[in-house]
C-alpha cells in the first residue's frame, strides 16, 4: 500500500522532523498489524494527515488508521469514549510508535459522509443521535486539552493558514467578537465529551440510519459545540438559517449556548 504523494507532501510541512522516519516505517507496521488481525488490505482512504486503509477480515471489515500527530493518542482517547456510546465506530487496538501510532476500528459502513448525503432525505433526528448521546458525558481524561484552548489560538492567530478550502481569515472585529462569547461561556463551561470536529467528512452514514463521528480532535469540551458545527454547516447543506434550532431541538442540547457556538464556529473559520 503506498503512502499517496499528496498526504506525504501534507505530512512533510506539517511535521518536518518526524514526516520521513514516519512514512519510512508504515508499510512493515501495516504488514505487521494486518497479520495480527488476520486482515487483507483492501485500499487506501483519502485523508489529510494520516494513513488509512480499508481492509477485509474474518471479524467483519476494518480500518487501519496510522498518525504521526503527537496528539494522536489524545484522539484516540476520545474515539474510544464514542466507540463505547456506540456513536463512533468501534475501536480494536490503539498502540504508538516511535514516530506516531496506529488506531484499528471497525469501519462504518456504508460510511456515506454527511457532505455527500441528500439533503433532501436528510433526517435530522437520526443526524442528532450521537450528540444527545454524548449530552452529560463526562471527558473520558481530564488530561484532554481544552476545545476553548484551540480556539481561542484560532482567532487571536493573525497568520492563521490551516482554513478550509476557499476560506479566508476573518476579519479583526468579528474575531475579537468571537473572543468575547469564547470567554463567556468558557466562564460556565463543565468540560465533558466531545468531538471537537463535527464536520461534514467526519460524519459517517452507518446502518439503519445510523449515524457515527469518526476523527475527533483529541479535546474536552460540551457537546454544545459540536452542535454548533454541525449546525454551521449545516445552513450551507440545507440553504437554511435555522439549522441551529433544528439540531438543537433534535439533539436537546441547550439552543442559548448553540448560538454564541456557532458564531465563534464561524469566526474561527471551522
Known amino acids: ?50 494513513f488509512v ?13 496510522a498518525s504521526p500527530d503527537p496528539a494522536a493518542l489524545d484522539q484516540a482517547t476520545v474515539a474510544e469514549a464514542l466507540g463505547h456510546l ?21 469501519q462504518v459502513i456504508p460510511g456515506t459522509p454527511l457532505a455527500d448525503a441528500n439533503p433532501a432525505t436528510l433526517d ?16 473520558p481524561s481530564a488530561d484532554l486539552p481544552l476545545i476553548t484552548d484551540w480556539l481561542r489560538d484560532r482567532l487571536t ?7 478550509p478550502v476557499g476560506e479566508q481569515i476573518a476579519p479583526k472585529a468579528e474575531r475579537v467578537h468571537a473572543l468575547e462569547l469564547l470567554d463567556d461561556l468558557a466562564a460556565d463551561m463543565r468540560p465533558g465529551l466531545c468531538h471537537g470536529d463535527a464536520s461534514p467528512w467526519n460524519i459517517l ?32 447543506i440545507l440553504h437554511t438559517s435555522h439549522a441551529g434550532a433544528m439540531v438543537a431541538a433534535a439533539s436537546g442540547i441547550r439552543f442559548a449556548r448553540v448560538v454564541p457556538w456557532m458564531h465563534i464556529a464561524r469566526a474561527a473559520r471551522i
Open 53 to 65: 486503509v480499508s481492509a477485509t477480515s474474518p471479524h467483519g471489515p476494518l480500518i487501519f488508521r
Open 157 to 163: 492567530n493573525d497568520n492563521l493558514t490551516e482554513l
Open 86 to 106: 456506540d456513536v463512533g465506530p468501534k475501536i480494536h487496538l490503539t498502540t504508538s510508535t516511535d514516530t506516531g501510532s496506529w488506531t484499528v476500528m471497525e
Open 205 to 236: 452514514a452507518g446502518p439503519n440510519n445510523h449515524w457515527k463521528l469518526i476523527d475527533p480532535r483529541g479535546m474536552q469540551g460540551e457537546p454544545e459545540y459540536d452542535a454548533a458545527v454541525v449546525a454551521y454547516k449545516l445552513e450551507r
Open 1 to 50: 500500500m503506498k503512502v499517496p504523494d499528496k498526504l506525504a507532501s501534507s505530512v512533510r510541512a506539517r511535521w518536518p522532523d518526524r514526516a520521513d522516519t514516519w512514512l519510512t516505517s508504515i508499510g512493515p507496521e501495516l504488514d505487521e498489524l494486518t497479520r495480527q488481525h488476520s486482515a487483507t488490505p483492501q485500499r487506501v482512504l483519502p485523508a489529510r494527515y494520516a
Open 124 to 139: 435530522i433526528e437520526a443526524l442528532a443521535r450521537p450528540l444527545r448521546a454524548m449530552a452529560g458525558q463526562p471527558a
